[in-house]
């Protein structure tokens, strides 16, 4: 798939009678395939949603200057499903019975997701879906690059609980209240029970969408604190409540040294609407940050700066997983030598690819990738210092054996 | 003979010549691992070496570079002082384990520094480092210190180290000074010890009991201030409605839009300052007049233009502002982008203002409660005091009266609208500070705003005010308990079984204008 654009039109026009090969058929040959672009471009998820929108679209330009795939252009499909959980599944509806689309990408919140999932599987379509979520969960018809829970959550506290994280024992679980939060919390609650922290040194709460009044929670929190033993807090809060949500631990003076706050959905993309200076030090857990170093991410930066033409837009982990995806569904349509849904599907197992984050990444048949761990602090200028990372790729568990009724289940 | 070497060697590590050598074997620790930076840390801090003290800001301002295993300081060998090129080389990256064993290696090297401010922070650091060894050094420092709030501080400093020291009488001392601090961090370091000192437990638990009895006002207090907080965001909000819909009646649904103009309005004073610096503090209070005419402004062209046409018909009223909302919203979007915008917050509305008895205050709270009442006085001098305000209620009380003695209605309800839409611009800028700018700003205060003024009394400014605050304190005691999703559930059926009483709110309008 090297050959460029023009040279491979040149060959096609040419010489009609030339046979290619059957995976190559010419570039003008055909249909464009369409892709599917799932994702808010308003309301409270937008702040997240829109760059992964843009890194699709960057995606598939970049695909059809490498002269597309099966010899057929790439047309993206966009809709905005405005962060309106039901809305979703008639956009996802839109995407499979109108414009026939033959992969989509998208979805951040776990209600989104369950929301467009009879959809995917009544149609037969196919869905990437680049976030980490909470597992339980694996529909023939979708494709999860993002991490389970013992691929960001476990290892997260984990890391909270040993010497280097500050040796927490009483945990303040905070999260927006929807299916994601409230299912990582309880695998949560049931891995420190494990751990031996009893209920009593573990708070829960959970707020609206959009929350934007934290001061009687972050004061509980301090409260909580107070017990003698020493605290973290595991935020699960979603979209833009993060903001005033940050700025309150900043001004009550909560320091990462005393209380540090690991998040689960905060990435670049978050920070940058936030003033990092008081939040030095507070984690977030990812499998990839924008400062991880080598060339994979570099030459995934580059790219990402000359699509967006913005030297000041960040990368992020979900839009890593969404590049990885991407390229994983392409490599997987040349194998398969069609995009129909249940050829890819085979094709895409057992397909890897170097990812960003510098660990090569293999899709299981539980549809989930191998990905590392990685946990950084935030520092002044809103990146992270990754102070802890897994030396290897290490298998998605979609069924946490810490949910009981679903743990005897495997991918 | 290999004794005796092993004896001599023994006897030159304990000599001072040596001693003083403790800087030059902690430093190349500095460039390991998370644990050895730790254990470097600390062992420069003990030190009291006055060459640490520079090498340890660096590293906690990411100033101190690395090149391999040597360690550069202001383009020189941090070990030697000699002159070193610091091309390639990288800040030394620590962690949150590494920058807690510096608060207190700093605390300890500045207990004695000239500047107040800085023993004052020295204390505190010292405070949460907990270790035994800090006790000579701040009673040192308390014996010189002169400036009364730096030695109650250290003073705590002082009790917190006594309660790890091996002795049990220091150890009491220490448990009995705590005792009388109000904060939840000595609270904290009470039980900790409580863990590790059985024996203690009978003196812990008085020291504790006599905190919490301090701390029970305190969190009353804190709870009121956060229910007033939130009191005067509804209060903020609900203002404008208060007089376009309390006063004339009129069902605006893109109440929420105008003040999310004002947010908008206030980012955008914000970046026309960015070149001009000593005036970009002061942005926010240039924003509040500026949000009043955009938002005002908006008013009187959406009153002019189509809700005049729809007087005495609430239903369309009501559909047509909720499209002209929704327009709005779609408009800032394509003009700013979806994404949130950053509006700054200036330094004197940051961080927290601590009141006697440990009572801790957020700035910009604070702030947003003296700017609504501030915008409340203005309301009401607006209505009582001015000529306009006496032809609009003129104009309420029964318009065709007020128009045969020359007022001039259409215009009137121009203004009122404009007004109302003005003061909704205004909120925006306070809502700009504790709230995120992004288009949906609005959105998330109409449904509050309609109950506040519905709870409060239709047309009754007074009822505005006691049903915001009433509200956001209710709403905030019932949090704690309750959670923050049940709280505002628990809320909204409190004023259900309100209005099913009173169906006219907390204060009804008497009078002919409240029958028509």
């Given at each position: 798939m090297t050959l460029t654009l023009t040279r491979r039109a040149a060959l096609a026009g040419l010489g009609g009678a030339l046979a290619l090969p059957a995976i190559r058929p010419s570039f003008a040959q055909g249909a464009p395939i369409k892709v599917g672009v799932l994702h808010s471009l308003s309301g409270t998820m937008a702040i997240s949603e829109t760059a992964l929108r843009d890194t699709v679209l960057m995606m598939v330009?970049?695909?059809?200057?490498?002269?597309?795939?099966?010899?057929?252009?790439?047309?993206?499909?966009?809709?905005?499903?405005?962060?309106?959980?039901?809305?979703?599944?008639?956009?996802?509806?839109?995407?499979?019975?109108?414009?026939?689309?033959?992969?989509?990408?998208?979805?951040?919140?776990?209600?989104?997701?369950?929301?467009?999932?009879?959809?995917?599987?009544?149609?037969?379509?196919?869905?990437?879906?680049?976030?980490?979520?909470e597992g339980e969960e694996q529909s023939r018809n979708v494709f999860y690059t993002g991490a389970a829970p013992n691929q960001q959550a476990i290892p997260a506290v984990e890391y909270l609980?040993?010497?280097?994280?500050?040796?927490?024992?009483?945990?303040?679980?905070?999260?927006?209240?929807?299916?994601?939060?409230?299912?990582?919390?309880?695998?949560?609650?049931?891995?420190?029970?494990?751990?031996?922290?009893?209920?009593?040194?573990?708070?829960?709460?959970?707020?609206?969408?959009g929350h934007s009044d934290w001061q009687g929670i972050v004061s509980r929190v301090k409260r909580f604190a107070g017990e003698g033993k020493r605290t973290a807090i595991v935020s699960t809060i979603n979209g833009d409540a993060n903001v005033p949500f940050y700025r309150e631990l900043g001004n009550?003076?909560?320091?990462?040294?005393?209380?540090?706050?690991?998040?689960?959905?905060?990435?670049?993309?978050?920070?940058?609407?936030?003033?990092?200076?008081?939040?030095?030090?507070?984690?977030?857990?990812?499998?990839?940050?924008?400062?991880?170093?080598?060339?994979?991410?570099?030459?995934?930066?580059?790219?990402?700066?000359?699509?967006?033409?913005?030297?000041?837009?960040?990368?992020?982990?979900?839009?890593?997983?969404?590049?990885?995806?991407?390229?994983?569904?392409?490599?997987?349509?040349?194998?398969?030598?069609?995009?129909?849904?249940?050829?890819?599907?085979?094709?895409?197992?057992?397909?890897?690819?170097?990812?960003?984050?510098?660990?090569?990444?293999?899709?299981?048949?539980?549809h989930h990738l191998t990905k590392p761990v990685m946990i950084g602090e935030v520092m002044e200028n809103g990146q992270f210092n990754i102070v802890f990372k897994t030396p290897d790729a290490i298998p998605a568990e979609n069924w946490s054996p810490f949910i009981p009724e679903n743990a005897s289940r495997r991918g | 003979m290999t004794r005796i070497l092993v004896l001599l060697a023994f006897l030159a590590s304990a000599l001072p010549a040596a001693a003083q050598d403790a800087f030059l074997d902690a430093l190349p620790g500095l460039a390991g691992s998370f644990g050895a930076q730790a254990e470097a840390v600390e062992r420069l801090g003990a030190s009291g070496d006055p060459r640490a003290l520079p090498v340890l800001r660096a590293l906690s301002d990411g100033r101190l570079l690395r090149r391999d295993a040597a360690l550069l300081l202001n383009g020189a060998d941090a070990a030697t002082g000699a002159p070193a090129d610091a091309a390639g080389a990288e800040p030394v990256r620590i962690n949150n384990r590494v920058r807690a064993a510096l608060r207190g290696a700093l605390g300890r090297l500045q207990l004695v520094s000239a500047n107040p401010d800085e023993r004052l922070a020295a204390a505190d650091a010292v405070f949460r480092s907990r270790s035994a060894e800090n006790i000579p050094?701040?009673?040192?420092?308390?014996?010189?210190?002169?400036?009364?709030?730096?030695?109650?501080?250290?003073?705590?400093?002082?009790?917190?180290?006594?309660?790890?020291?091996?002795?049990?009488?220091?150890?009491?001392?220490?448990?009995?000074?705590?005792?009388?601090?109000?904060?939840?961090?000595?609270?904290?370091?009470?039980?900790?010890?409580?863990?590790?000192?059985?024996?203690?437990a009978a003196e812990i638990d008085a020291a504790v009991a006599a905190i919490d009895g301090r701390l029970a006002f305190k969190r009353a207090a804190e709870t009121l201030f956060q229910g007033l907080s939130l009191g005067s965001v509804l209060l903020l909000a609900a203002l404008g409605l208060a007089i376009t819909f309390g006063v004339m009646g009129v069902i605006n649904m893109a109440h929420g839009e105008f003040v999310m103009l004002g947010a908008y309005t206030t980012f955008v004073v914000q970046e026309a300052l960015r070149g001009i610096p000593w005036l970009l503090p002061w942005s926010l209070p240039l924003s509040v007049p500026a949000a009043f005419l955009v938002a005002g402004l908006a008013g009187a062209a959406l009153e002019r233009g189509l809700i005049r046409h729809l007087y005495g018909r609430p239903l369309e009223t009501l559909l047509m502002t909720f499209g002209v909302g929704m327009i709005l919203q779609q408009a800032v979007r394509l003009a700013f982008g979806a994404q949130n915008r950053e509006v700054l917050s200036p330094s004197w509305m940051q961080g927290t203002l601590s009141l006697p008895g440990g009572i801790l205050i957020t700035q910009n709270r604070l702030w947003v409660i003296v700017f609504s009442l501030l915008v409340l006085g203005l309301a009401f001098a607006a209505i009582r005091l001015t000529r306009f305000g006496l032809e609009m209620r003129a104009v309420v009380q029964n318009r065709r009266t007020a128009a045969t003695m020359g007022i001039r209605t259409g215009r009137v309800d121009a203004l009122t609208f404009a007004f109302g839409s003005g003061i909704a611009g205004m909120a925006g800028v306070a809502l700009s500070q504790i709230d995120n700018v992004s288009p949906n700003l609005g959105t998330g205060y109409i449904i509050d705003s309609f109950m506040v003024v519905v709870f409060g009394g239709v047309g009754s400014l007074v009822g505005t005010l006691v049903g915001a605050m009433g509200l956001g304190v209710l709403n905030k005691v019932i949090e704690p308990w309750a959670g923050a999703v049940l709280a505002k559930v628990a809320v909204l059926v409190v004023i259900m079984l309100f209005i099913q009483r009173r169906p006219r709110g907390l204060f009804a309008l008497r009078g002919r204008a409240a029958e028509a």
């Open positions: 330009e970049w695909a059809n200057s490498q002269g597309g795939v099966l010899g057929r252009r790439l047309e993206a499909v966009v809709v905005d499903p405005a962060s309106n959980w039901p809305l979703f599944a008639e956009k996802a509806r839109e995407l499979l019975a109108v414009s026939k689309v033959d992969v989509t990408f998208g979805c951040w919140t776990s209600v989104s997701r369950k929301s467009v999932l009879p959809v995917f599987e009544e149609l037969n379509g196919l869905l990437f879906y680049p976030v980490q979520y609980m040993g010497k280097d994280g500050g040796e927490a024992r009483r945990i303040a679980l905070l999260g927006t209240d929807y299916v994601y939060p409230r299912t990582t919390n309880r695998i949560l609650r049931a891995y420190l029970n494990s751990k031996g922290i009893a209920d009593a040194d573990i708070m829960e709460e959970y707020t609206p969408f009550q003076g909560i320091k990462a040294e005393d209380i540090p706050c690991v998040a689960f959905s905060v990435g670049e993309e978050e920070l940058a609407g936030i003033d990092t200076r008081p939040l030095v030090g507070h984690l977030a857990a990812w499998n990839y940050f924008m400062s991880v170093p080598g060339k994979p991410n570099d030459d995934f930066k580059a790219m990402w700066r000359a699509y967006i033409r913005n030297d000041r837009r960040v990368t992020n982990d979900p839009m890593e997983a969404t590049y990885t995806g991407f390229r994983m569904w392409l490599q997987a349509v040349a194998k398969a030598g069609s995009t129909n849904v249940d050829p890819v599907r085979e094709a895409m197992y057992g397909q890897k690819v170097m990812a960003p984050c510098g660990y090569e990444e293999e899709m299981r048949r539980n | 050094g701040l009673e040192a420092a308390i014996a010189r210190e002169t400036v009364p709030r730096v030695r109650d501080r250290q003073a705590l400093a002082l009790a917190a180290s006594r309660l790890v020291a091996a002795d049990p009488g220091i150890k009491r001392q220490g448990i009995a000074t705590l005792g009388e601090a109000s904060s939840e961090d000595a609270r904290a370091l009470l039980l900790e010890a409580r863990a590790a000192n059985p024996e203690l």
